[in-house]
């Protein structure tokens, strides 16, 4: 079955950065591509951007250019999300999905990852 | 860039039928399909609806999708309430550059 499964919370201070890792199994890596996703807390959902299987062309939102890097590992599967130069309203869970196309919506999501940033 | 909006929320009786709007702005709400995600609370998303109006498999026949051009917007009709159904509901769709999500709609099952 396919499953998304997403690395541990972290805290970080201000200007720091993250990275996040969503392992997916079940299903071949190469044909989808994963979508972020974030959630501030009591916010709603909000797209980082999309990035194929086999990486290239990815997609991010623009209010996260030049501070956000999507990658992939064919070999191993893995998907991973950098952000930079953390602010306080990074605060968020961050979630990975699998999405076939860019903009054709994620049919399945991992668990989360609460990224807190504080001082 | 389009703009998609929905009410903050809607409430109905267990049983009942209830439906959840997605009105876009800035676009044709036909010129890219129309995704919906259940969150329940403390939990990621699921897929409810892709592609206007297709459920994956295991989603119950109870939830269903449908667009109106008319009023450029979406819907979610969840049938049988039941208070499971208690949770956020969220539309997603793109605009040719960018995916954009609604707001959100609390449905609460009373």
């Known amino acids: 079955q396919v499953q998304l499964v997403q690395s541990a919370a972290e805290m970080r201070k201000p200007g720091a950065s993250v990275k996040v890792s969503c392992k997916t199994s079940?299903?071949?890596?190469?044909?989808?591509?994963i979508a972020w996703v974030r959630q501030a807390p009591g916010q709603g959902l909000e797209w980082m951007g999309w990035?194929?299987?086999?990486?290239?062309?990815?997609n991010y939102a623009q209010k996260f250019q030049g501070r956000v890097t999507m990658t992939t590992d064919i070999s191993t599967s893995i998907a991973y999300l950098e952000l930079r130069s953390l602010r306080s309203d990074d605060t968020a869970v961050y979630y990975c999905a699998r999405e076939a196309v860019y903009g054709s919506g994620s049919d399945y999501w991992g668990q989360g990852t609460l990224v807190t940033v504080s001082s | 860039n389009g703009l998609l909006t929905q009410p903050r929320s809607v409430s109905g009786s267990p049983g009942r039928t209830v439906t959840i709007s997605c009105t876009r702005s800035g676009g044709s709400i036909a010129s890219s399909y129309v995704q919906w995600y259940q969150q329940r609370p403390g939990s990621a998303p699921t897929t409810l609806i892709y592609e206007d109006n297709q459920r994956p498999s295991g989603v119950p026949d109870r939830f269903s999708g449908s667009i109106d051009s008319s009023s450029n917007s979406a819907f979610l009709t969840v049938s049988g309430l039941k208070t499971e159904d208690e949770a956020d509901y969220y539309c997603?769709?793109?605009?040719?550059?960018?995916?954009?999500f609604g707001g959100g709609t609390k449905l609460s099952v009373l």
């Open positions: 990035i194929p299987g086999y990486e290239s062309d990815t």
């Open positions: 997603q769709s793109y605009d040719g550059n960018n995916v954009m």
């Open positions: 079940g299903y071949i890596f190469t044909n989808f591509g």
